[in-house]
């Protein structure tokens, strides 16, 4: 890369929350049988090639519970200009999907064997996608298959 197209460190892209930092707890009121609303999120330096975002919120740590990674949060179609998403909002013409909890948007943390992590990861993608809503993960995962750009994480950790 050319020192003029070197980008500086604050332009990587990155996924953040004012309520939580990365690796901590996510607050009480996000779980899902206290106020179920999603944690605010800060998105910065979108690829200039991304033509939508796709955001997954998910725990892996319910395997054992559960017997598969439970999804907490499907969207996608998200703005790439959207910098901030608002507690409990969706982003203006984002589209959401089916969580495993077996409902369009937002499930929060619920975990009932001790904390667990739940990812966010959010996808830049070089596509718009044409994915009917209330899709699931593995839905989207097929769609995005080859056109991710670029790719962030956020964690957090949530305890009954």
Request: no cysteine; net charge negative; charged share 25%.
């Amino acid at each position: 890369m050319a020192p003029d197209e070197q980008r500086d460190a604050s332009d990587e892209f990155a996924l953040r929350s004012p309520a939580f930092d990365d690796g901590t707890e996510i607050p009480r009121q996000y779980g899902y049988t206290k106020q179920n609303r999603s944690p605010p999120l800060e998105i910065s330096g979108v690829p200039a090639d991304a033509a939508s975002l796709a955001l997954v919120m998910d725990d892996p740590d319910a395997m054992k519970p559960a017997g598969k990674v439970w999804d907490h949060w499907v969207v996608w179609n998200i703005d790439p200009d959207t910098t901030d998403i608002a507690d409990g909002d969706v982003p203006a013409g984002a589209v959401e999907g089916t969580n495993s909890y077996g409902s369009r948007g937002y499930g929060g943390p619920n975990p009932p064997d001790g904390e667990h992590t739940y990812r966010f990861a959010l996808y830049a993608l070089d596509t718009e996608l044409d994915l009917e809503p209330g899709a699931t993960k593995a839905h989207l995962e097929r769609f995005i298959d080859g056109h991710v750009v670029a790719e962030t994480r956020l964690t957090g950790t949530y305890a009954p």
